[in-house]
């Protein structure tokens, strides 16, 4: 009787278990497939990727919708790059990519970038402080001057 318990007891874990493991293993299948599709230059095949991604796992973190984001804007689909770069900040507002891609992004569609700029330099990112000191600086000083 004690082994029967046992086994009712476990067969529920075990399938829950492989459900788990199966929603894992077909989220990174996809996204490294998407990464394969980035450096090859395929980005619509990369949204693809990501879109599956997406549907085996909706609770992606910052820097797939970072990614998904700048194969929309490779795509000249600049309003869903941005809706991916806004969501990606909201989930993590310390990741520095997203901010940076979302000012380059911003001043590409005349919209105001340099805050952009500026927190993805304080976090950090190298292209974001090139960004900020080298075109919102030097537009500040004109300003001022």
């Known amino acids: 009787m004690r082994k029967l318990l046992l086994i009712l007891f476990c067969l529920p874990?075990?399938?829950?278990?492989?459900?788990?493991?199966s929603v894992v293993f077909s989220d990174l299948y996809y996204l490294q497939r998407a990464l394969g599709d980035i450096e090859k230059g395929e980005y619509q095949s990369a949204v693809m990727h990501y879109g599956s991604a997406f549907q085996s796992n909706p609770n992606q973190n910052a820097s797939v919708y970072d990614s998904r984001g700048f194969c929309y804007y490779k795509l000249k689909k600049y309003n869903l790059a941005l809706d991916d770069f806004n969501r990606a900040i909201t989930i993590d507002p310390d990741y520095a990519s997203a901010y940076?891609?979302?000012?380059?992004?911003?001043?590409?569609?005349?919209?105001?970038?340099?805050?952009?700029?500026?927190?993805?330099?304080?976090?950090?990112?190298?292209?974001?402080?090139?960004?900020?000191?080298?075109q919102c600086k030097w537009i500040l000083n004109k300003i001022i001057d």
């Open 13 to 21: 874990m075990i399938g829950f278990g492989q459900e788990v493991d």
């Open 100 to 134: 940076q891609n979302r000012g380059i992004l911003k001043k590409m569609l005349g919209l105001s970038y340099c805050s952009d700029c500026k927190r993805a330099c304080d976090l950090g990112d190298e292209t974001g402080c090139e960004w900020y000191y080298k």
